[in-house]
């Protein structure tokens, strides 16, 4: 949110979390892992472009055209 200029996502208790949010929204909050890239890296001798997803989002980021008048904080 940072990187948008946005607010920070609200932070809520399990138990909130539970009773507020679809069952597939609930698992991809709490128990969804990231991807595992090793299997490309041994088998294709693949190199991910950026050290993590953090500097990929801003590469990305500074990629796009600005616009005028336009917010990240929708």
Do not use: C, D
């Not at 920070?8 to 539970?18: F, G, L, N, T």
């Not at 890296?41 to 990305?60: C, E, K, T, V």
């Amino acid at each position: 949110s940072r990187l948008l200029q946005a607010p920070a996502p609200p932070v809520i208790s399990e138990e909130m979390a539970r009773t507020n949010l679809e069952p597939f929204s609930l698992y991809f909050a709490t128990q969804q892992q990231g991807a595992i890239n090793q299997k490309a890296r041994q088998i294709l001798g693949w190199q991910p472009r950026y050290s993590n997803w953090h500097a990929g989002f801003q590469a990305m980021l500074a990629a796009q055209p600005k616009y005028s008048g336009f917010s990240a904080a929708l």
